[in-house]
């Protein structure tokens, strides 16, 4: 996550680092979406039900929640509100979390897990101190800890990501909290969870061993070796307590950085044995790599599939020099669009506590390009086995609260589809669409279609249409068999791509039913219209 300091880093950043698409090679994504011959040819697209490229895990649509501006105080939490419970949760969000199905999330952060001490936010409330977070200069109360956190996951049906803190924080530390959460009793920290009131131990799975350790904003950045060490002595310690962990060490926090994939490397060297995965993070904006053409945002997500591929390659390099036998997965578990609410007083809490941070209002082209997003994770799904949309509360985020309830921004729908409709395998397509010019990217399909075949023999068609004026004729060909009856044919578009979501107009923009495409001779025809993200599902 960015602060003001992190801002200032990226403004001295070179132009060179920043144009992290310039070169833009596709790589897997070119070899299987190719030019159509002419521009008003429908778009073809070839689909074989037994051509799976991987399986899907469900935490593939992760989502984020950190200590930060109204993520917590005032969105899952908020005692005293007409909305909440007993425990003090929103209700009303956690109905919302539990429809929506979001598998994993992660917590406490972030920027602010390198400066927290869980130990603060853990035993009798009324004991807790106030701290300052100096991430983003707000003040915590620490009445949500660990035990609120695991509480919450457990009545919204999620699974905890949790973060630790490497920056200000010890391996030591870090053990320790792993005791505290996954050891039954009888020990130290395992008797502390029972004194504060937590019989049953969490098991919690997932860590991450650290937050964004590269950046020069991070509280506690280090080296790429001396982190890499220190990642490697915490996974030893945690794994002492609970052998069954999935650890997954800081990677590069993005292809701005100097330091892109050299840290990678540098870290893996040191850790590779000790880990399960490496995280990658991107954020998207409409400003300086795109200059604000649409047309060149909506194609932004290939410069996500770019960074996938050249984070792969790094990992496996490392496992070559190691000769290991184990390959690593990523964990692309901060992602979303973002480039509004980033400086001045949107990331300065000024010491208050709840302040409105990066509070990012999302429009119907940014809901456009969080569908591209969700077909890229998609297309890698055979080495991406987590992700997290950051966040899901009102921080950059597809729900905002205020006091009486809760509105769906723009970036929800391309997001609950994938929940709701990316299930069992991902399936090799060939598309054959017209490309257009981008400068930086080269050629650009019009057309971005990933397609899923669910474990009942549902099959679910995602497609983004890039183009800004005209709508594409789709002719699917179905390769070993017909499919069956059209189950949900749904369409986000609109005639205004700046258009968003309030509390006054909270459907402005919604995903409207699609003409039902019409199957004959073992080709399926539709239309997408211009400026488009469209979902399809077919019965077994």
């Known amino acids: 996550m960015f602060s003001h300091s992190r801002r200032r880093f990226l403004q001295q950043a070179s132009t060179a680092g920043m144009a992290c698409s310039a070169s833009l090679v596709l790589g897997r994504f070119s070899s299987a979406q190719i030019a159509a011959a002419s521009a008003t040819d429908p778009v073809r697209i070839y689909l074989d039900s037994r051509r799976a490229l991987a399986p899907i895990d469900r935490n593939l649509f992760g989502s984020f929640l950190e200590h930060l501006g109204r993520a917590i105080y005032e969105g899952i939490y908020d005692p005293g509100n007409k909305l909440s419970d007993s425990n003090g949760f929103r209700k009303d969000v956690m109905e919302e979390i539990r429809q929506m199905g979001v598998p994993i999330i992660r917590y406490p952060g972030g920027n602010f897990v390198s400066g927290y001490d869980w130990l603060d936010g853990v035993g009798p409330k009324q004991d807790r101190p106030r701290v300052l977070d100096k991430a983003w200069n707000s003040l915590n109360s ?10 919450w996951c457990k009545a919204v049906g999620t699974e905890p990501l949790m973060g630790l803190n490497l920056g200000t924080g010890t391996p030591e530390q870090a053990a320790a909290l792993v005791e505290y959460c996954n050891v039954d009793k009888g020990t130290k920290w395992s008797e502390l969870r029972r004194k504060h009131g937590y019989t049953d131990a969490y098991k919690v799975k997932n860590w991450c061993l650290g937050n964004e350790m590269d950046g020069p904003w991070q509280i506690g950045h280090i080296t790429a070796t001396e982190y890499g060490l220190r990642a490697q002595d915490a996974a030893r310690q945690m794994r002492y307590v609970d052998p069954s962990l999935k650890l997954i060490a800081c990677g590069s926090s993005g292809p701005f950085m100097p330091t892109y994939l050299e840290w990678d490397r540098e870290v893996l ?118 992700a997290c949309l950051a966040q899901l509360i009102n921080v950059i985020a597809p729900i905002m609260t205020n006091a009486n309830g809760l509105f769906r921004q723009t970036i929800y729908h391309p997001y609950s589809w994938g929940l709701h ?120």
């Open 142 to 151: 620490n009445q949500f800890g660990t035990n609120e956190f695991m509480t």
């Open 269 to 386: 060297e040191q850790c590779y044995d000790y880990v399960d995965g490496l995280s990658l993070h991107r954020y998207l904006g409409n400003n300086e790599e795109t200059g604000g053409d649409s047309a060149k945002f909506l194609a932004m997500n290939l410069s996500m599939d770019k960074q996938i591929e050249e984070t792969l390659a790094v990992c496996d390099l490392v496992r070559g020099h190691k000769r290991s036998a184990k390959q690593l997965w990523l964990s692309f578990d901060e992602w979303n669009v973002w480039y509004r609410a980033r400086s001045g007083d949107a990331v300065n809490g000024h010491e208050q506590e709840a302040p409105h941070l990066l509070e990012e209002v999302y429009n119907l082209e940014d809901a456009l390009l969080v569908g591209g997003i969700i077909n890229t994770l998609l297309r890698h799904a055979d080495r991406i086995k987590l």
């Open 421 to 540: 409709y990316a299930r069992g395998s991902v399936l090799s397509v060939l598309v054959q669409s017209p490309t257009y010019e981008v400068s930086g990217m080269g050629q650009v399909p019009y057309l971005d279609v990933v397609a899923t075949l669910g474990d009942d023999g549902k099959i679910s068609l995602f497609v983004l249409n890039r183009d800004l004026s005209k709508a594409h004729t789709v002719e699917l060909n179905w390769q070993d068999k017909a499919p069956g009856q059209v189950l949900t044919s749904l369409v986000l578009t609109g005639n205004d791509l700046k258009a968003a979501n309030d509390f006054d107009a909270p459907q402005r923009v919604a995903p409207q039913p699609l003409a039902k495409p019409t199957t004959s001779a073992g080709k399926t025809k539709f239309e997408v219209p211009a400026r488009s993200y469209s979902l399809i599902q077919w019965g077994a």
